[in-house]
């Protein structure tokens, strides 16, 4: 029987091209694999975040007045196990306290903002959350000016996404504070700045009103008493 010596090649390019393929297939699907393997959350991640977080409480003061020369402190607690209503217990400071239930992460920003008031932090805004003791945040606050203003509290949980250094944050909270500078203490502040102009303008004629009522008609009665006595003489 006499072979086709033609057919020969054909055989052996199929047979090439068919290894070839093969090769860039296993290549391809190695590829994708590493990669597939490298992502650590879907599309969504920080949906995904989010719903990983778990709750804490928080509980906090709201002073609501303050003197125009006067300070006051407001004192935020969170804490993973106590109710906030529990936590509205251990608050040390003036005004009406609340309380509320917010996500948190391992490390939460905590700001307190006003244009109207100075403000200085007592502790630091950015801590680590213990799991078991109560972490506390202190800022003082003093008024700028007189009437009524508002404070907004912000709680911020600090994440990080895919191992990056920079944090993402993501507002849990915020809440305004209503404080108000009654009439009270405007006059009070009034009569702290305006005391020397008060005594010059209302004070000394006053004084001298009273010492003219007082003792004015008494001289003149004295000089009828000697003119009566002259004459009866």
């Not at 290549?27 to 879907?42: F, I, K, L, Q, V």
């Not at 125009?68 to 306290?97: C, H, M, Y």
């Not at 203490?185 to 102009?197: I, K, M, R, S, V």
Request: charged share 25%.
């Amino acid at each position: 029987m006499k072979t086709n010596t033609a057919t020969a090649p054909r055989w052996k390019l199929l047979t090439a091209t068919f290894l070839l393929a093969s090769v860039l297939v296993g290549c391809c699907a190695e590829h994708e694999g590493s990669n597939g393997g490298e992502r650590p959350y879907p599309k969504d991640k920080i949906d995904f975040i989010l719903r990983q977080m778990e709750f804490g409480n928080i509980a906090f003061n709201t002073p609501r007045s303050i003197n125009i020369q006067d300070t006051a402190i407001i004192q935020l607690l969170l804490n993973v196990e106590i109710p906030f209503g529990l936590l509205k217990q251990q608050l040390e400071w003036a005004g009406s306290r609340e309380g509320a239930k917010i996500k948190i992460s391992d490390r939460m920003e905590a700001r307190l903002k006003a244009p109207n008031f100075l403000i200085t932090p007592i502790s630091p805004e950015i801590q680590a959350i213990s799991r078991k003791e109560t972490t506390e945040w202190k800022w003082e606050i003093k008024p700028k000016s007189t009437g009524r203003h508002y404070v907004h509290l912000t709680l911020s949980a600090l994440l990080n996404v895919e191992g990056e250094s920079t944090p993402r944050a993501i507002r849990t909270f915020d809440r305004r504070i209503e404080i108000d500078i009654t009439w009270g203490q405007l006059a009070t502040g009034f009569l702290n700045n305006n005391w020397q102009w008060l005594w010059a303008a209302l004070i000394v004629p006053l004084a001298g009103w009273i010492w003219k009522k007082k003792y004015g008609g008494r001289k003149k009665g004295t000089s009828d008493s000697y003119r009566d006595r002259d004459g009866h003489r």
